[in-house]
């Protein structure tokens, strides 16, 4: 059973530029979740899609902006990157209606703005 | 206000020891909640949920106040292994919400 993959795991990219991060959830998984994990701070949340729409937003500009395929798997497009961006992005996947929203996260792509 | 707050530590404890920490969080209308694992650059991982009667897992002891938005952890017997960065987690319609973390490391 595999569990959530994210694609590439290191990106190392320049100010101005845009990148797009990839997730594959857990197989019997619907719902993908994307964080943003800065350096000696715990995650925090982007936003969620599922059934192909963004079902709730965090606090983040409109430079982040994503898409979920029908097949579930999701990407993560950051626009005009800044230095601040540099951070590890994490891609969690749930089942939707799970009783305690149990969410399992994917390894990470390690994003370096220089 | 952060939505979660922790006890950054670092807690630095011998193998055997008894080491507890905790987390407050503000939003009185939190539905679930959880702590994660994270080590050393890697992801997060579910260590275990938190119910309102408290929980144990092995030498791990949950305990949830609802009244005063307080979560413990509580880790008895300490192992090498168990050193890490403890994350408290609250969930509000679907969004999980971090603490930064409490570091813990075991030394032989």
């Known amino acids: 059973d595999a569990g959530v993959t994210q694609s590439p795991t290191h990106l190392i990219k320049t100010r101005g530029q845009q990148v797009t991060l990839r997730c594959s959830p857990k197989?019997?998984?619907?719902?993908v979740s994307w964080y943003q994990q800065a350096l000696g701070q715990g995650p925090q949340f982007i936003f969620q899609y599922y059934e192909e729409e963004e079902r709730q937003r965090g606090n983040f500009p409109d430079r982040f902006s994503g898409h979920q395929y029908p097949n579930y798997s999701s990407e993560l497009n950051v626009n005009a990157l800044l230095l601040g961006d540099s951070a590890l992005y994490l891609c969690?996947?749930?089942?939707?209606?799970?009783?305690?929203?149990?969410?399992?996260f994917g390894p990470g792509t390690r994003l370096t703005v220089l | 206000r952060k939505e979660v707050e922790q006890d950054p530590g670092p807690f630095n404890v011998p193998e055997g020891a008894t080491v507890a920490f905790n987390c407050t969080y503000s939003n009185s209308a939190s539905q679930s909640f959880f702590w994660y694992r994270q080590d050393c650059r890697k992801e997060p991982k579910l260590l275990m949920s938190v119910y309102s009667s408290g929980n144990e897992d092995g030498r791990f002891t949950a305990q949830l106040n609802r009244a005063s938005q307080y979560i413990s952890l509580l880790i008895r017997d300490s192992k090498l292994s168990d050193s890490a960065t403890y994350l408290c987690v609250v969930s509000n319609d679907y969004k999980l919400s971090f603490g930064a973390g409490t570091t813990v490391t075991v030394r032989a």
């Open positions: 969690a996947s749930s089942l939707i209606g799970t009783v305690n929203n149990e969410q399992f």
């Open positions: 197989s019997g998984h619907d719902t």
